[in-house]
């Protein structure tokens, strides 16, 4: 019989070979994809300052995220019209096939935060859409 023991995923080899979308960059640090982990995806999302992910939906994954810095936004509903705002120490639930667009919303510093994902990273991306189409989004030199 073999120990069980805990795997570590140790600072700065984390896993990159799972799914993204466009300028959204997403590292595992627990995922099937390098430990023996079945049931959870738990990783680091950053967006460079400005940039957001093209519209996109998890599948039928359950989301929850918590910003460790930076200052983000998720657009969502009809046209990506509506959106809520999360800051340092904000957790914010996805619910799953909810098509959404995440963006930082600065231009100056980077947004990051933490994210934990039932069953896998699944990321089924959706056609983009213009930058004007979402309200109070800029990118850096378009201010």
């Known amino acids: 019989m073999s120990e069980i023991r805990p795997v570590i995923t140790r600072a700065g080899s984390y896993d990159a070979q799972t799914a993204q979308s466009g300028d959204c960059v997403r590292v595992s640090g627990v995922s099937p994809q390098h430990t023996p982990a079945t049931k959870i995806w738990f990783g680091q999302v950053s967006n460079e300052p400005g940039h957001r992910s093209p519209p996109h939906h998890h599948d039928e994954c359950e989301t929850g995220g918590y910003v460790l ?75």
Not at 97 to 113: G, I, R
Not at 134 to 142: D, I, S, T
Request: hydrophobic share 35%; net charge negative; proline share 9%.
């Open 69 to 143: 810095r930076g200052h983000g936004r998720i657009y969502f509903g009809k046209d990506y019209k509506e959106h809520v705002d999360l800051g340092p120490g904000d957790f914010v639930f996805v619910p799953p096939f909810m098509p959404h667009v995440e963006a930082n919303m600065s231009t100056t510093e980077e947004l990051v935060w933490l994210t934990a994902r039932t069953p896998d990273n699944l990321v089924v991306n959706l056609p983009d859409i213009d930058d004007s189409g979402l309200e109070g989004y800029c990118r850096p030199g378009a201010e």
